[in-house]
Structure formats: structure tokens, C-alpha cells
């Protein structure tokens, strides 16, 4: 009996301390909890401001490169507008000129025609002088009827013979045949043509053949 009474006396001391151990421990978390508590509802951490000023500047960064994505698309854009109105332009004109110059082929044959009947017609005309009372009077008015229906027939389709004596040489319109004494003229000019020259809708489609004046050499 004494013995346990002994070892409850030894127990009790141990016994107190621990609760006061157990006290201490629950001031100290609940302190602990405090203090956490108190972190989690005050001023932001100063740790945490870099992480904002990165993800503005990401943001900032994004809508740069957004930015210069638009403006690309765009530049690009607009150069294949200005590409397909180009593109456009040249269709229609590309029509256009088949449309003006699809006979261009048949108009060079013509004008052959044509120079036959004038120089047929010419000779029918001196023939006729020579003997104005033969048929060939008839036949001449009848060529030169044929001759001034044909010549405003071209000109309806936009098909016109050149008239270069006395204008300057061009050598996008003349071929020179020969050179003929400058009497009269200045040097330079068309004296005569030995072959009309065509234009259709203003293009050359066949040149003149002409002798061009050049100054006399003594």
C-alpha cells in the first residue's frame, strides 16, 4: 500500500506537468493559427509583386505580337486587292483589244485589195483621159465608187490609211525606200510614199513605204 501510494505521489507531478505541457503546446497553436490566419488576411506578400508585373508584361507582350499579326494581314490583304484589281484591269483590257484588233490579220489581206483597186482605178482614170469618149469612162466611175466605198467601210471599223507627205519620218510608222533631193522642204520630211501605209485603232499594221528628203550634196 505504500508502495503504490509511493509510485501515485512519483505520477501525480508527472501527471501536472504534462497537462501543463499540453496547455502550453494549445497557447502555442492556437497562437500559431493566429498568426497564419492573421498572414493569409493581410497585405499581400512583396514576394508575390513580381509574379504580377510578369503577367502584365506577358500581357502586354501578347497584345503587341496580336497587334502586328493584324497588321500584316492586313498589308497582305490590301497588296492582294491591289493584285486582283490589277489583275482585273488587264483582263479587261486584254478583251478589249481583242475585240478592236481581232480583224487585224484580215485588214492587212484587205488592204491589198485595196491597193489593187487603186492602182487599177489610176489606170482606168489615165486610160479614160486618153479616149474620153470609150467605155472605160463607166468602168472608171464605177472603180472610184468602189474604191471611196471601201475606203469609208475602213474607216467605219476604225481602219485608216496614212497620209505622211510632208510630216516628219517616224520610224514606227515609215519604212524608207529611198532618199529624194531636200527641194522645197526640210530634210527629214516624208517627200513621197510608194506604198499607203494602215493604222487600226491608231496601231500600225502595216508601215508606210516612203522616200524621205535629205539635203542635196554638191
Avoid at 494549445?26 to 509583386?49: H, L, V, Y
Avoid at 481581232?102 to 484587205?110: K, T, V
Avoid at 476604225?158 to 510630216?167: D, E, F, S, Y
Wanted: proline share 4%; with cysteine.
Amino acid at each position: 500500500m505504500a508502495a503504490c501510494r509511493s509510485v501515485q505521489s512519483c505520477i501525480n507531478p508527472l501527471l501536472q506537468r504534462l497537462r501543463g505541457d499540453r496547455h502550453l503546446l494549445f497557447a502555442f497553436s492556437t497562437a500559431a493559427q493566429q498568426r497564419n490566419t492573421g498572414d493569409d488576411c493581410g497585405p499581400e506578400d512583396p514576394r508575390d509583386e513580381p509574379r504580377h508585373v510578369l503577367d502584365e508584361n506577358t500581357s502586354d507582350h501578347k497584345t503587341i505580337k496580336l497587334e502586328e499579326q493584324v497588321r500584316d494581314l492586313t498589308e497582305r490583304y490590301q497588296r492582294a486587292q491591289t493584285d486582283s484589281e490589277n489583275v482585273r484591269r488587264r483582263t479587261q483590257k486584254f478583251v478589249e483589244d481583242a475585240k478592236l484588233f481581232g480583224i487585224q490579220s484580215f485588214c492587212r489581206d484587205l488592204v491589198e485589195v485595196a491597193d489593187i483597186l487603186e492602182k487599177t482605178t489610176e489606170s482606168t482614170i489615165e486610160g479614160e483621159r486618153n479616149d474620153p469618149d470609150s467605155a472605160l469612162k463607166k468602168i472608171c466611175e464605177g472603180l472610184s465608187l468602189v474604191e471611196s466605198k471601201l475606203q469609208s467601210i475602213f474607216t467605219k471599223h476604225g481602219l485608216q490609211k496614212m497620209n505622211p507627205i510632208g510630216g516628219k519620218y517616224d520610224p514606227y510608222d515609215h519604212e524608207i525606200v529611198c532618199h529624194v533631193p531636200a527641194e522645197g522642204v526640210k530634210p527629214g520630211t516624208v517627200a513621197l510614199v510608194t506604198l499607203d501605209g494602215y493604222k487600226l485603232h491608231g496601231r500600225t499594221i502595216r508601215h508606210a513605204q516612203v522616200g524621205v528628203a535629205v539635203e542635196s550634196q554638191e
